[in-house]
């Protein structure tokens, strides 16, 4: 089963403010740099998902680029498009009370919840992320009322934190050695002990769990505290810093393997816990490709890698500073106004991240099931960018071109906003 990358369920990230920069189709008011990097991680979740495997020569390098990246850049910009949606909202008309603040975030989410284990019923092929994607956005309610300065340091805890607590608690639960990676479905929740069990991969043995994919919405969250990129400055600090980051969290990790002989031990390691792996080109690599949600618990070392899907401090922040890097990078080119059309088609389709997510899947339980092909990444990535573009000019007067899938979220959460 192919690992899939986190559908951009950020369902609306409209500012209600002037944004300076250029905007999708019927204006509403979203920042067009973010949209643009959600659109490039729908084509790299496309890739992960019917691309070819990832291999490192030629063309091969931007799938292995998409590999790991896409679910956590979608899942750091849920947790930048919150701060932008809470940012743009009308303080007169925010909800008070709990019932009246937490009601439309509940409804949101358990249809998130169901809709997700409705469609990994269907097996597409892939790991269906969006129950997780619900967790996620509950557990964020609380974080979205502390300081700037609280959530950022809270943010930065997360990054070492939640890996480690994923590292110490898979032996409790029976996973010091075996793989994780389950996802929730529907028939899960048929026996007595289901729901227990459900409960359990979505906060820490699933594929995406919340120990370890919790950090990237509470680092989008802070970014966006920290950082208004409408500013050209700070887009370029954006641009520079994640890059920065990004070459601290790999470079950490290559400097651990490669110098500091950590992949030695690893395949020490290896030969005790897993000797499986032991005949295939890289070892390391192998365990974890079969791991599915969080590094083995048979040694200290296996957090000192960054390889996709390895869910260790180095790979959190390595692809936090991508994500950073990107979002600054596409602001500034949206100021400009050629920059604005080239970014276009990937603003339109962002602006439908969650639509594009949940057709491509019900299209892989269907008549593209096992796509794996340059031509099936292709021929995804242009029907979904022309059929986005068609969707918003037919609907550009309607709410309806937010999409269909976040229209029906928003009918059922309209409470939290304006419209």
């Known amino acids: 089963m192919r690992r899939v990358p986190s559908a951009g369920t950020g369902t609306d990230t409209s500012t209600g403010t002037g944004t300076g920069v250029a905007a999708p189709a019927g204006g509403s008011g979203r920042l067009a740099g973010v949209d643009a990097v959600r659109g490039l991680a729908v084509l790299g979740m496309f890739a992960v998902h019917v691309g070819p495997g990832p291999e490192p020569r030629g063309a091969g390098y931007l799938l292995v680029a998409a590999d ?79 300081s700037t300065p609280v959530l950022t340091a809270v943010a930065g805890a997360s990054v070492v934190v939640g890996p480690l607590l994923s590292f110490l608690l898979g032996p409790v639960f029976g996973y010091e050695v075996s793989g994780r ?23 820490l043995t699933g594929a995406y769990p919340l120990a370890t994919y919790f950090p990237y919405v509470l680092v989008g969250m802070a970014l966006a505290r920290l950082c208004d990129v409408r500013v050209r400055s700070v887009a370029r600090r954006m641009a520079v810093w994640g890059t920065v980051a990004a070459v601290a969290g790999y470079g950490s990790a290559w400097l651990a393997s490669h110098v500091f002989g950590a992949r030695q031990r690893l395949l020490e390691t290896i030969a005790v816990h897993h000797p499986q792996a032991l005949s295939a080109a890289d070892p390391v690599r192998e365990v974890l490709g079969g791991q599915y949600g969080a590094v083995p618990s048979t040694s200290w070392d296996w957090l000192l890698v960054a390889d996709p899907y390895s869910q260790t401090p180095l790979e959190t922040l390595g692809n ?11 602001a500034l080119a949206a100021r400009h106004g050629t920059g ?8 339109l389709l962002g602006a439908m991240a969650l639509s594009a997510y949940v057709v491509h899947a019900l ?57």
């Open 68 to 146: 790991g990246r896409a679910p956590a850049l979608f899942t750091l910009l849920a947790g930048f498009s919150l701060v932008l949606a809470q940012r743009g909202s009308d303080p007169a008309r925010r909800p008070a009370g709990w019932a009246r603040r937490w009601r439309p975030l509940l409804i949101r989410c358990a249809l998130l919840a169901v809709l997700g284990l409705l469609l990994a019923s269907l097996w597409p092929g892939i790991l269906v992320i969006l129950a997780f994607f619900a967790v996620y956005f509950l557990a964020a309610e609380p974080f979205t009322r502390l």
């Open 181 to 203: 990676g389950l996802v929730p479905e529907a028939g899960d929740l048929a026996s007595w002990s289901g729901p227990g069990r459900v409960l359990l991969e979505l906060l």
């Open 320 to 330: 936090a500073g991508v994500g950073c890097a990107l979002v600054g990078l596409c």
């Open 340 to 347: 604005a059309r080239l970014l276009r088609p990937l603003t």
């Open 363 to 419: 299209v892989l339980a269907g008549p593209a099931h096992g796509a794996a092909s340059w031509s099936a990444w292709l021929a995804f990535s242009a029907a979904a960018m022309v059929l986005t573009w068609a969707w918003q000019r037919i609907w550009a007067d309607s709410p309806l071109r937010r999409g269909p899938v976040e229209h029906v979220l928003r009918l059922a959460t309209r409470g939290r906003g304006p419209a």
